[in-house]
């Protein structure tokens, strides 16, 4: 996946990123746990975001 000839480089390699995502995400969950989630799926509509304002 990685590239590496030797697969144990790719697995350290790959252990070592997701240890490292996880502990952002941990962060960022402490820093915006309590905000509602977006929903960018959906185009929002000119209209509607004038009248929120």
Do not use: E, W
């Not at 995502?21 to 000119?46: E, F, I, W």
């Not at 209209?47 to 304002?53: L, P, S, T, Y």
């Amino acid at each position: 996946m990685l590239g590496h000839t030797n697969i144990k480089t790719t697995q350290h390699y790959a252990k070592i990123l997701d240890l490292k995502v996880s502990q952002d995400m941990a962060k960022l969950k402490k820093k915006y746990g309590n905000t509602k989630p977006c929903n960018h799926a959906r185009p929002l509509d000119p209209m509607q975001a004038i009248n929120n304002k």
